[in-house]
């Protein structure tokens, strides 16, 4: 079965988010920070990451640049599903990138909360097939 | 103040402290010194180094701890250690490096290589710390973005908690909704907890901006003021566990029923208990345990003294001086930042007071004082024995 893994800080999206992963037909993974992420993320790694930014500890925004600049994990799709506007995300990814002088893809998709659930199972089902 | 590299050295044998130290400085670094891994962690407090060269076999703590310790705290973790030591084997290097260590050399050393590596480590140091202030920045800079939007602060900070909000409910109906057309019992459980737990956060929000608009008289009534303190630790129990946060009741055996204003008290205590755990929540030093202290004293002036502690992040100056002013919130989004400003107005409302006291990294003390009356003086200010 595939493994999908949800980072956020807040409970209620974790479980919405877990339970939207679990009917699509997937199992779901969940973190609430980017350490905590990472973690799981090296122990065992999932078919897809979805990714909220802004969260204690370690944000998204980190956890995005360290995914996406590691060669054994940077090819994980990752869904960003935050309130944060998608711009303003890019942006703060650009001045990462050229301050660490490679260059970071763009996410699989990024979904601006409160977005329809049927819009992320949408997603999952077209990324993970 | 010198830009000097800083170099800790670490070694129970005296003479290769020694003669590290004499080469070092002649290469210009600046080095300090420790014999053994109990006072190379205090070193490395009070020294700061930009580096470590670390010895592994010690007395009281040896290097492989040493080395465990440091690079499980975030303020350390980034500070490469060298480690040295005679132990030549292939399992005892990969020993070192596993606890953390960035690098091994076998003793007896060739003093060049050593110093080509010390200077690669620093160099790798600087690049990582500038990569992080950056990081820290940025983070800093979107939050701002999004707050400064044309429809100003307060509503952006508010949508941003709406979001979130909204999302959960979204889910929890779509939920239902599956519940319905597959008849999944499970399913529909789920779905409506979902959609009461983000009713339960917008009557949360919508008190937290009513009680900001308005004037409030206390509406005074029996009650037992421990018992509200006991209540508000249940409520917010499951939450502080999912952290591991522990709560801790310290409530003063002599506190019998009094006349109050149980609801307001119980805002106070709650918005307090829930800044505490969040204060935990987002410390970064996760080698803490963490605890939540809920303490009610009976003064002998008829006082009752409300205290909230925790051992959390504590706050900075900036912090200090904004705590109590509407829509200061420093939870990225996912506070409203009215919690402190309603806490005062209630306190100030019934004659009472708040004060704080807190240290970055340590933790905070809030502390509540309201007149207490006692029952069988209702009205009266004094209590009688
Ligand atoms: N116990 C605490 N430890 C550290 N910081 C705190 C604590 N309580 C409050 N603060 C700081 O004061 C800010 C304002 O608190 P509050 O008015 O309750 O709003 P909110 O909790 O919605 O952010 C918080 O965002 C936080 O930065
Ligand atoms: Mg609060």
């Given at each position: 079965m595939k493994k999908v893994l949800i980072v956020d800080d807040d409970?209620?999206?974790?479980?919405?988010?877990?339970?939207?992963?679990?009917?699509?037909?997937?199992?779901?993974m969940e973190a609430k920070n980017g350490v905590e992420g990472m973690g799981k993320v090296r122990e065992d790694k999932p078919d897809l990451i979805i990714l909220d930014m802004l969260m204690?500890?370690?944000?998204?925004?980190?956890?995005?640049?360290?995914?996406?600049?590691?060669?054994?994990?940077?090819?994980?799709?990752?869904?960003?599903?935050?309130?944060?506007?998608?711009?303003?995300?890019?942006?703060?990814?650009?001045?990462l990138d050229e301050f660490a002088g490679q260059s970071v893809p763009e996410p699989e998709a990024y979904i601006e909360k409160p977005e329809e659930p049927e819009e992320l199972i949408a997603l999952m089902k077209k990324i993970l097939g | 103040m010198t830009n000097k590299a800083k170099i800790l050295i670490v070694d129970d044998n005296v003479d290769t402290v020694e003669l590290l130290t004499k080469r070092f400085h002649a290469e210009g670094y600046d080095t300090s010194e420790a014999y053994d891994g109990e006072q190379a962690l205090q070193q490395v407090v009070e020294y700061q180094p930009d580096i470590i060269l670390l010895d592994i076999m010690m007395p009281k703590i040896d290097g492989y701890e040493v080395s465990k310790r440091l690079k499980s705290y975030d303020n350390t973790k980034h500070i490469p250690?060298?480690?040295?030591?005679?132990?030549?084997?292939?399992?005892?290097?990969?020993?070192?490096?596993?606890?953390?260590?960035?690098?091994?050399?076998?003793?007896?050393?060739?003093?060049?290589?050593?110093?080509?590596?010390?200077?690669?480590?620093?160099?790798?140091?600087?690049?990582?710390?500038?990569?992080?202030?950056?990081?820290?920045q940025l983070e800093k800079e979107l939050i701002q973005s999004e707050r400064l939007a044309a429809v100003g602060q307060t509503v952006a900070s508010l949508a941003h908690y709406v979001k979130n909000i909204l999302f959960g409910l979204k889910g929890g109906v779509y939920l239902v909704d599956e519940a319905f057309k597959e008849n999944d019992t499970d399913s529909l459980k789920d779905g409506w907890d979902l959609?009461?737990?983000?009713?339960?956060?917008?009557?949360?929000?919508?008190?937290?901006?009513?009680?900001?608009s308005r004037e409030r008289k206390p509406e005074y009534e029996k009650c037992f003021p421990n018992e509200i303190a006991d209540d508000v630790c249940k409520l917010t129990q499951e939450s502080a566990k999912e952290y591991s946060i522990e709560i801790i009741k310290d409530?003063?055996?002599?506190?019998?029923?009094?006349?109050?204003?149980?609801?307001?008290?119980?805002?106070?205590?709650?918005?307090?208990?829930?800044n505490?755990?969040?204060?935990?929540?987002?410390?970064?030093?996760?080698?803490?345990?963490?605890v939540v202290r809920v303490k009610t004293i009976l003064?002998?002036?008829?006082?009752?003294?409300?205290?909230?502690?925790?051992?959390?992040?504590?706050?900075?100056?900036?912090?200090?001086?904004?705590?109590?002013?509407?829509?200061?919130?420093?939870?990225?989004?996912?506070?409203?930042?009215?919690?402190?400003?309603?806490?005062?107005?209630?306190?100030?409302?019934?004659?009472?007071?708040?004060?704080?006291?807190?240290?970055?990294?340590?933790?905070?003390?809030?502390?509540?004082r309201m007149p207490y009356r006692d029952v069988a003086t209702s009205g009266a200010t004094g209590k009688e024995d």
């Open positions: 409970v209620d999206i974790r479980k919405v988010v877990s339970k939207l992963i679990e009917k699509s037909g997937y199992q779901a204690p500890k370690e944000s998204g925004i980190r956890m995005y640049h360290e995914l996406k600049t590691e060669e054994s994990l940077k090819d994980i799709p990752v869904i960003v599903l935050s309130a944060i506007p998608k711009k303003s995300f890019l942006r703060s990814q650009k001045v | 250690i060298i480690m040295l030591s005679a132990k030549a084997r292939v399992p005892d290097k990969i020993k070192g490096l596993d606890l953390g260590a960035d690098d091994y050399i076998v003793k007896p050393f060739d003093y060049r290589e050593l110093s080509q590596r010390v200077k690669y480590w620093v160099t790798v140091k600087v690049e990582v710390e500038e990569r992080l202030t950056k990081i820290r959609v009461e737990s983000n009713m339960g956060r917008i009557s949360g929000l919508v008190l937290d901006l009513l009680e900001y409530f003063d055996p002599s506190m019998g029923e009094a006349v109050m204003d149980p609801k307001g008290i119980h805002r106070c205590l709650l918005n307090l208990v829930s505490a755990i969040d204060a935990c929540i987002y410390d970064s030093n996760e080698e803490k345990k963490w003064e002998d002036d008829g006082m009752v003294r409300f205290e909230v502690s925790d051992n959390g992040c504590g706050m900075d100056e900036e912090t200090k001086k904004k705590l109590f002013t509407g829509f200061f919130t420093t939870k990225e989004g996912r506070g409203t930042g009215l919690g402190l400003l309603n806490t005062q107005k209630i306190a100030q409302e019934h004659g009472g007071t708040i004060t704080v006291n807190s240290q970055l990294g340590q933790g905070s003390t809030f502390t509540i």
